[in-house]
């Protein structure tokens, strides 16, 4: 057919090759980062060595082939454009932009969303998703230095011609063939390199940085440099511990909930930003300086939470932090369940069923009555899994923009978020990540009753 494209690669390969790219080029620029990929290879050699069951776990629940693809990594916008634009790009990657993240309350000028694959099979393919963040100019109390940054912002152009016009052919034709995607992915890869000389000179800079560190980091550069990438580790305490021993300096502590035998949300660590040259300003007045944005950060996620378990989750970490944080912490926790049963029955974690198709296979004839659902997974008839918690958390992602820029910690806007405004920006509304777990949830126990009201009928 004319016009028709023959062999469109599908966004999960386009992805994966991206965030290759991305990995590639990261390890590149900071080889501090190579090092930390090292040690939790190292760490997650070993934790399967010596722990078989886990091993077992994660051969069963398809983990294992993608342990060691990265998990995450973040840039800040400065522009609604931008976020607009942006959003284009990594649909064509198969990613879409999943809950609202007001910042502002923890003192840092910017609201935040995640783009990331949405569906269980690009999930489990592909989960590499990008914490991104839109700067809010109106949070600068200052008029003229507002003003400035408007003006600098206006005059960039953070997306190579080649990357717009793939985009649009992507738009166009439903997708890009291979060689286009090749082409996409290494012009996509140019929007987050690092650029060491910087679009003001130093005293901008400065002024800048001091109305608050990230308005000089979003502000002062041809682009939004990648700030950090995020592999998983199957045991970031241990990871935490060893970063020293490598030469890397961590940050005081893992943002998230304590350790448990049932992890739930997300726990994540990084080594600290690094002070990088950067030459301010051009010809006679170029001037030597630094500025810190880059790290490298570790995660480990658990079981996503019901809104009734994130409630809970949010009142014991408040309550912990109040009480001074460190063992506070493991101690509020306490009352939060720790086996899958418990979590389960209390609806305090989303979960996918499955049929038992071992007793399916064995002969065994479902009950006539399937109502309900409890009493079919207590007769062991359905099964549960523990769904991944995929998305972030505001009160950890603020302790990490807070110790990799050294922000006025608590020193919250006035006005909190403005999700409305966000969505204009962006062009369209983020979706519900409690949406999305319930929603999965609720198409895998229709498939699993299925099964079972097939082998009723069949017997
Ligand atoms: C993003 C910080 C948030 C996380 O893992 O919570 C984040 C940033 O520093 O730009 O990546
Ligand atoms: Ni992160």
Known sequence: MPGMKADLISANTLR??????????????????????????????????????????????????????????????????????????????????????????????????????????????????????????????????????????????????????????????????????????????????????????????????????????????????????????????????????????????IEGPPRRVVPILLRQTSFLALEEPIVFGAGEAARDGTHTARFGEIEQRGCALTPAGRERYDTLLAQSRAAGGGAALAEAFRAFPDDVETLYRDRLIHVRYTANTSRLAAGEVPPVNRDDVDALVAAGWLQITPQVYEDFLPVSAAGIFQS????????????????????????????????????SEAASLREALARLAGAAKAA
Request: aromatic fraction near 8%; charge should be negative.
């Open 16 to 253: 994966s090759w991206f965030s290759q790219a991305l990995s590639d080029m990261y390890r590149t620029e900071v080889p501090q980062y190579g090092t930390l990929l090292t040690l939790v290879a190292d760490i997650n050699a070993s934790e399967l060595a010596d722990k078989p069951d886990q091993r077992e776990a994660l051969e069963r629940t398809d983990e294992l082939a993608r342990l060691d693809l990265e998990r995450h990594g973040a840039i800040r916008l400065g522009t609604a454009a931008e976020l607009a634009m942006i959003r284009r790009v990594f649909a064509v990657l198969g990613m879409t932009a999943v809950g609202y993240y007001d910042l502002s309350v923890a003192g840092v000028p910017v609201h935040s969303t995640a783009f990331r694959p949405v569906d269980d099979e690009a999930l489990r393919l592909n989960p590499f998703r990008v914490f991104t963040s839109l700067l809010r100019l109106e949070l600068i109390e200052d008029a003229a230095l507002r003003e400035t940054a408007q003006a600098i912002l206006a005059r960039r152009q953070i997306f190579t011609p080649g990357c717009v016009s793939l985009v649009e052919q992507a738009e166009a034709a439903g997708g890009l063939t291979a060689e286009e995607g090749r082409r996409f992915v290494a012009e996509a890869l140019e929007t987050f390199r690092w650029h060491s000389d910087a679009t003001v000179d130093l005293a901008t800079y400065q002024q800048l940085k001091g109305a608050h560190p990230l308005i000089a980091d979003v502000v002062c550069f041809k682009g939004p440099h990648i700030n950090h990438l995020t592999p998983r580790v199957l045991d970031i305490d241990r990871a935490q511990a060893a970063m020293g021993e490598r030469g890397m300096r961590a940050k005081a502590s």
């Open 404 to 439: 990799n820029l050294g922000g006025n910690e608590n020193d919250a806007y006035a006005g909190g978020g403005n999700r409305p405004a966000f969505e204009v920006a962006l062009g369209g509304p983020v979706q519900d990540e409690f949406a999305l777990y319930r929603e």
